[in-house]
């Protein structure tokens, strides 16, 4: 297994930002910080950083890493110097379980941001909880995650305190999807297919039951492995289900050939999946003949909000390499609702940092409130965002268009 990547961002008292393997020199460690010092304080993060989904994980870690430079340019807590220590789980539950065990480890850590997958946070997420320690993923979507495994019977459970997202779930995205594509895409005959995997087989799932439920028809289902190339087989067998549409529980890098290859099978129909599909990969691995095919994202387009032009802005200043892609918002607001967090425990402990500030932030993170990059940001009692706002995407002339934006309430 590759090591994981370390990137720790440092800023002096004075403003000027300095890129340090370790912390500004007048760090230190502890909860006093009188004398002029400043106390190092890390948020974690976690995301494929390298492999087939690192066009999303690499947005992630940028992003978090904007919101730390931020929080330290502007001395957003006096006496605290944020850093990022940032992991690569290339999007394997294992990984994502060592690096989980690794960051609690590291007593600086206060927060995590991540992780990407679903499946991933299944793993990590009782690591996290028995050392106290916040865990706030920007792009996870299984309810099962904040609401526990009997969600589908309206019987909520919040499995871990420690657990909080950014990102609306796939109960609301997989509604909205198929009342999209019933009602506004006047599809009535959809054939359904997912990866197998935790956050691709549970959204196919929601989209199913409720395009049924909506007086359509599901002519045929599917599943495929995660790494196969070959789709040739469910595709000849979507061409002959009469299908006017497909609908793909799972990510990009299988979608892209599938739509693909559907489409050479002979269905000129569209394929439609969740915010795993939606990223530019998708229509370069479908050798562009995806036009008209459809995505649900969390949130609205980044590029049209208000809210969301500085960091837009301070995101391109900064010079990253890789784009912030799909999550690269609610990365953001996952690691400043951390560093709000942070604020409120140093505030309300007389300014100076407290011993146990990790246990701190957790506290004070369900009653974080603030305007972000993607709008208001808070929590529920289940650790869910308030923000249930979505858009649908359609491939138009080689890139992703917003057709649809609007808060489901259903």
């Known amino acids: 297994m590759r090591k994981s990547s370390l990137l720790v961002v440092t800023i002096a008292v004075t403003g000027a930002l300095t890129l340090s393997a370790c912390g500004s020199r007048g760090a230190k460690s502890g909860s006093d910080n009188a004398g002029g010092g400043t ?8 995301a494929p950083i390298s492999g087939k989904l690192s066009a999303l994980g690499l947005g992630i870690k940028n992003s978090a890493d904007l919101a730390v430079r931020k929080a330290n340019k502007d001395n957003l807590v006096p006496g605290v110097t944020f850093a990022l220590e940032a992991k690569d789980d290339q999007a394997n539950p294992t990984s994502g379980k060592q690096n989980a065990a690794a960051l609690v480890d590291m007593k600086d850590v206060v927060g995590v941001v991540g992780p990407l997958n679903s499946s991933v946070s299944q793993t990590m997420q009782k690591v996290f909880n028995d050392a106290k320690l916040t865990q706030v993923s920007p792009a996870n979507t299984s309810p099962e995650l904040s609401l526990g495994p009997d969600w589908g019977s309206s019987k909520f459970t919040r499995p871990y305190a420690s657990y909080f997202r950014t990102a609306t779930t796939d109960v609301v995205q997989g509604k909205y999807a198929a009342q999209y ?3 506004e895409a006047k599809k009535t005959k959809v054939y359904v297919i997912d990866d197998k995997k935790t956050y691709g087989a549970g959204l196919a799932a929601i989209f199913q039951d409720e395009f049924k439920k909506l007086g359509g028809t599901v002519v045929g289902t599917d599943h495929i492995n995660p790494d196969d190339k070959d789709f040739s087989a469910v595709a000849t067998k979507v061409a002959s289900s009469g299908a006017d549409s497909v609908y793909y529980g799972g990510e990009y890098p299988e979608a892209g050939p599938l739509s693909d290859q559907i489409k050479k099978a002979g269905a000129k129909v569209p394929l439609m999946g969740g915010d795993g599909i939606y990223d530019p990969e998708f229509i370069k691995l479908s050798n562009n003949d995806s036009e008209g095919d459809l995505a649900t994202s969390v949130g609205a387009p980044v590029e049209e909000l208000d809210s969301a032009k500085t960091f837009v802005a301070d995101y391109n200043a900064a010079g990253y390499k890789d784009a912030y892609s799909a999550y690269g918002g609610y990365s953001y607001d996952a690691a400043w609702s951390i560093i709000e967090a942070v604020k409120a425990a140093v505030e309300h402990n007389g300014g100076k ?5 990790r246990t701190k932030v957790l506290a004070e993170m369900a009653k974080v409130n603030f305007a972000g990059v993607t709008g208001q940001v808070s929590f529920d009692q289940y650790g869910d965002t308030t ?3 979505l858009t649908v995407y359609s491939v138009k002339g080689g890139e992703w268009k917003a057709v649809k934006s609007g808060t489901y309430n259903g």
């Open 39 to 46: 106390t190092k304080v890390v948020i974690g993060v976690d």
């Open 181 to 183: 594509l019933f009602t």
């Open 387 to 389: 923000n249930k706002q």
């Open 353 to 357: 940092v407290p011993a146990d500030l």
